[in-house]
């Protein structure tokens, strides 16, 4: 392994589980950020002005169905930043947002949460996709 290997990886040791992605929305390919931990959440929500919590489990059927369209909503909507949460995962993020089933979904305008629902519904994620856009 290069030395250049090696720093790098004694330099991102201590960021959580793919903590180092570019949270910023404005990004050449939309995608799903993975949200580890409540530090990230935290800094997720505070770095991008529109932003979607996606609180989700492994074992959940409708998280399973619902998945493949929330990462191609973030694929069509770059303006919006889309987070999943793993409750299992983070559970300190789940209490916190105060999810009692998944999927849920979190809406942010800024910091401050504007939406929210559960259950695998696309046309509500889409109408609340539009409104979050829509909103100042």
Not at 2 to 9: G, I, K, P
Not at 56 to 75: D, L, Q, R
Not at 76 to 87: I, Y
Request: glycine content about 2%.
């Amino acid at each position: 392994m290069s030395m250049v290997s090696n720093l790098l990886r004694a330099s991102t040791a201590t960021f959580p589980r793919r903590a180092l992605h570019d949270f910023r929305s404005k990004r050449c390919m939309s995608s799903v950020i993975d949200l580890s931990d409540d530090s990230a959440v935290t800094k997720f929500k505070s770095i991008n002005e529109k932003s979607i919590l996606y609180f989700t489990a492994t074992w959940c059927p409708p998280c399973k169905m619902i998945k493949p369209v929330y990462e191609n909503m973030a694929k069509e909507n770059p303006d919006v930043a889309f987070g999943k949460v793993d409750v299992d995962d983070n559970a300190e993020s789940a209490a916190k947002y105060k999810i009692s089933g998944v999927p849920t979904f979190v809406f942010f305008s800024k910091d401050d949460t504007v939406a929210r629902f559960t259950g695998a519904d696309q046309a509500q994620l889409e109408k609340l996709i539009g409104d979050l856009k829509d909103s100042p």
